[in-house]
């Protein structure tokens, strides 16, 4: 069973434009959760969906944004980037029902997002 | 305002002697706690779980304990090996799942 592919792995953007980072779960899984990771911060959940609906958001402002497509593919978009948003982005797939199988996630390699 | 906090962020530990990750918490409504695995350019890695109604739980050479009434997670590495050097995030799973900062363990022979 492939694993959760993220693309594109590196990206460097300049302050004020926008990026839009793409994530392919598992297959049969229908949670994916984005999570960005800075150095000391640990990962900061973004937001989660699931069925094509966002299930959860986390404590980023609207530029940060996402969706779901049916085939269960999810992508995150960022709008008028800061030199803040520098990180690495990863996704995470689940099969999001109850319990383990929503807090078993399976991430990707990351997104390397470098804004100058 | 942190929920989870990992004070440690390194630890050095000798090949096959014990390693103890720690980890405090500080909402009492969690329902599984958890630890999670990194090597560098990987994605986390999903090791052990423990349920809020348990105290430990097992799964080979690791072990993660529960104290509810100190809110505090521990995971216990015996013996620790070369390839357990990584980083480790515990984390806390409500509606979402919120993870510490993160600690690298370091495993010297």
């Known amino acids: 069973k492939a694993g959760v592919t993220q693309t594109p792995r590196y990206l460097i953007k300049t302050r004020g434009q926008q990026v839009t980072l793409s994530c392919s779960p598992i297959s049969g899984h229908r949670s994916v959760s984005w999570y960005q990771q800075t150095p000391g911060q640990g990962l900061q959940f973004l937001f989660e969906?699931?069925?094509?609906?966002?299930?959860n958001k986390g404590n980023f402002p609207g530029r940060f944004s996402g969706r779901q497509f049916s085939n269960s593919r999810s992508e995150m978009n960022v709008s008028t980037l800061e030199l803040g948003d520098s990180a690495l982005y990863l996704c995470?797939?689940?099969?999001?029902?109850?319990?383990?199988?929503?807090?078993?996630?399976?991430f990707g390699p990351g997104t390397r997002l470098t804004v100058t | 305002d942190q929920q989870v906090k990992q004070n440690s962020p390194s630890l050095s530990v000798q090949e096959g002697r014990i390693s103890i990750l720690n980890c405090d918490y500080t909402?009492?409504?969690?329902?599984?706690f958890l630890w999670y695995k990194k090597y560098p350019a990987e994605g986390p890695t999903f090791l052990i779980s423990i349920s809020s109604i348990k105290d430990k739980n097992e799964d080979g050479r690791f072990t993660v304990f529960l104290n509810k009434s100190a809110k505090h997670l521990s995971l216990h590495i015996v013996p620790s090996q070369p390839g357990d050097s990584a980083v480790y995030f515990c984390?806390?799973?409500?509606?979402?799942?919120?993870f510490g900062s993160g600690t690298r363990l370091s495993i010297r022979p």
């Open positions: 969906y699931f069925s094509e609906t966002q299930r």
């Open positions: 995470a797939s689940s099969l999001g029902g109850a319990g383990r199988e929503s807090y078993e996630q399976y």
């Open positions: 984390a806390v799973s409500a509606s979402k799942i919120i």
């Open positions: 909402n009492s409504m969690f329902d599984y």
